[in-house]
């Protein structure tokens, strides 16, 4: 199964991500998590990355293209894949068209941009292994130290409310013009977000007939 999750800064990619790729058995590859981490290891391509991360841009498409190509390349992924934040541009899109990289279905997550302003405030990100909680609806079996790993909880800088204001705009602008271009290829399947973690889970199993 390789699956592209779409939908806005919040609406719970990475969440469902994470939970998706343990039901498929098959690695989810978030370019949010690998630019945090080449952030955090100072490397050329984080030097790059970090400005316009901070900002609530996008990182100019050829970074994301280099990284993604090279990713998918890895023998982990020949069984399938779960991106995460990838493509978030047409042209991105089209890159890896060119690249022969194929998917078998497009999810998207349908949730309201002021449900997403509300939720962003108690998102809370591992700083070790970028798994991602919600103090009240994905909360940690510890406050502030990850499940999965000990590391520790921390409040993303992009998750800012006036950030996230702009990731909004973007992702109208720049990324939600990709459902019109995955649904002429017959591959979208929208998902309406729902009241908890587990039935929107649920909905995107059953969108793709699991
Ligand atoms: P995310 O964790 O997916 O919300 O990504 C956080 C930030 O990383 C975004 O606001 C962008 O600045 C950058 N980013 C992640 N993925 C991409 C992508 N596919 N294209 C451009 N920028 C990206």
């Known amino acids: 199964m390789r699956l592209i999750l ?6 719970g990619k990475g969440t469902q991500a994470e939970r998706l790729c343990k039901t498929l058995d098959i690695p989810t590859i978030s370019t949010g998590n690998i630019l945090r981490a ?7 391509t984080g030097l790059k990355a970090k400005s316009f991360m901070d900002a609530g841009q996008l990182v100019p498409d050829e970074v994301i293209i280099g990284i993604i190509t090279e990713r998918l390349a890895e023998e982990d992924c020949r069984e399938g894949y779960i991106l995460d ?3 978030r541009t047409i042209a991105q899109a089209e890159a890896m068209e060119r690249a022969g990289i194929v998917f078998d279905a497009v999810v998207s997550i349908e949730i309201a ?31 502030g130290v990850c499940d999965s790993c000990g590391g520790q909880l921390v409040q993303r800088k992009d998750d800012a409310p006036e950030t996230v204001q702009r990731r909004l705009e973007v992702y109208h602008k720049e990324t939600e013009p990709l459902k019109a271009f995955y649904k002429e290829r017959g591959l979208l ?4 977000n729902q009241s908890s973690v587990e039935a929107t889970s649920q909905a995107i199993l059953r969108a793709l007939g699991r």
Do not use: F
């Open 113 to 143: 941009d002021e449900a997403i302003m509300e939720r962003m405030s108690g998102r809370r990100v591992c700083e070790s292994c970028g798994a991602s909680y919600h103090v009240v609806a994905v909360p940690p079996r510890q406050e």
């Open 6 to 11: 779409l939908g806005a800064p919040g609406a």
């Open 38 to 44: 080449a952030i955090k290891n100072g490397t050329p």
């Open 189 to 192: 399947r929208p998902v309406e």
């Open 85 to 87: 934040g990838v493509p």
